[in-house]
C-alpha cells in the first residue's frame, strides 16, 4: 500500500509498526528543543515488505508528552520539517474526533443515494447539520453537551419554540405561535386546540 500510494504522489502519514524490519539508510539533524527524537531514512527489509516496498521511506521518533510515550511516524515526504510532519500526525486524531461526532450525533448509518453526488449532498447535509448545532451551543448558556441538545432537539421537533430562547430555558412548556389562527375550545379537559 505504501509503495502504491507513493508512486501515485500521494503524500502519507501514519504510524510505523513496532515489529517493522528496517535499515536506517541516513539520520538526519533534529530541531534542539522540540519533541523530535529521531529523524531517519529507512528501508524495508524483510522478504515481502522489501520487494513490495523498495523506496525510501521517512522513520520520525516523536516524544508525547500527553501521554509519555513515543510515537513512531512513517512517511514518504522528506521535504516537511520533522516538527510539520508530527504537527500534520497530531491534527490527524482531529479529523477523526470530528467524523466520529458526525457519526454519534446525526446516526448516518446508511447512504440515501449511492451515486457520487448522491454521496457528497449527504455528507455536505451533515457537515452543515454539525457546524449548526455547535453554533446554538455556542449561544447557549446552558452547558450542553452535543448529544443532549441533539437529543432534546429532536424532543422538540414538532412544538412551537423559539429557538434561542429555549436553548436557555429547555424546559419550559411550549407557546403556541400567534398568527392569527382561531383557537377553538378544547375537548373537556382544559386546553384550547387550534383549528387545523
Not at 446554538?136 to 446552558?142: D, G, K, Q, R, V
Request: glycine content about 4%; aromatic content about 12%; some cysteine.
Amino acid at each position: 500500500m505504501f509503495a502504491h500510494w507513493h508512486k501515485s504522489k500521494v503524500f502519507f502519514v501514519t504510524r510505523l509498526k513496532d515489529n517493522a524490519d528496517y535499515e536506517v539508510a541516513a539520520s538526519f539533524a533534529v530541531p534542539p528543543h522540540r519533541h523530535i527524537l529521531k529523524d531517519e531514512r529507512i528501508r524495508f527489509r524483510g522478504y515481502y515488505s522489501s520487494r513490495k516496498c523498495p523506496e525510501a521511506l521517512r522513520r520520525i521518533e516523536v516524544w508525547d508528552a500527553e501521554h509519555e510515550r513515543v510515537i513512531v511516524l512513517l512517511t514518504n515526504n522528506f521535504k516537511l520539517s520533522s516538527t510539520t510532519i508530527a504537527a500534520i500526525y497530531k491534527d490527524r486524531w482531529q479529523i477523526e474526533i470530528f467524523f466520529k461526532t458526525l457519526k454519534q450525533n446525526l446516526k448516518i448509518k446508511t447512504f440515501v443515494g449511492t451515486s457520487p453526488n448522491a454521496l457528497k449532498i449527504q455528507i455536505w447535509t451533515a457537515l452543515i447539520a454539525i457546524l449548526l448545532l455547535k453554533y446554538l451551543n455556542l449561544l447557549s448558556t446552558i452547558n450542553w453537551s452535543l448529544s443532549n441538545l441533539v437529543a432534546m432537539l429532536r424532543f422538540n421537533l414538532f412544538t412551537y419554540r423559539d429557538l434561542i430562547a429555549w436553548l436557555d430555558h429547555p424546559f419550559e412548556p411550549p407557546g403556541l405561535p400567534d398568527d392569527g389562527q382561531l383557537i377553538l375550545p378544547g375537548l373537556g379537559l382544559g386546553q384550547q386546540t387550534r383549528a387545523c
